[in-house]
Nanobody
Framework: QGQLVTSGGGLVQPGASLRLSCAPS????????MAWFRQAPGKEREFVAS????????EYADSVNGRFTISRDNAKNTAYLQMNSLKPEDTAVYYC????????????????????WGQGTQVTVSS
């Protein structure tokens, strides 16, 4: 079973930017979408952003819309989450996930839709 390798987390000040990367470490066949989720201490995992390869359809949580951008480099088979204007409330462990989704599904934001998961990377926003 394929797995995903996540990188790019770190400690930054409010207002700064970070870019997270997610790439398969093995075979992740049959996937057509990738998403990012995050989990803050004491909170449930929540949806951040997702993208469908075929249509480049994207979806964002309201809390990050306009600040975060999800994208994919097809040549490198790598997905990215560009995070700008970071806030302390963005502090969390960020997880990437990949899956085979119905491209006509109404929403891409449910964790149960994704079969492959990365190990998570810590993002801390603090002054």
């Amino acid at each position: 079973q394929g797995q995903l390798v996540t990188s790019g987390g770190g400690l930054v000040q409010p207002g700064a930017s970070l870019r997270l990367s997610c790439a398969p470490s093995g075979r992740s066949s049959g996937t057509n979408s990738m998403a990012w989720f995050r989990q803050a201490p004491g909170k449930e995992r929540e949806f951040v952003a997702s993208i469908l390869w075929s249509s480049s359809r994207t979806e964002y949580a309201d809390s990050v819309n306009g600040r975060f951008t999800i994208s994919r480099d097809n040549a490198k088979n790598t997905a990215y989450l560009q995070m700008n204007s970071l806030k302390p409330e963005d502090t969390a462990v960020y997880y990437c996930a990949a899956g085979q989704l119905n491209p006509y599904v109404r929403t891409l934001r449910y964790a149960s839709m994704y079969s492959y998961w990365g190990q998570g990377t810590q993002v801390t926003v603090s002054s």
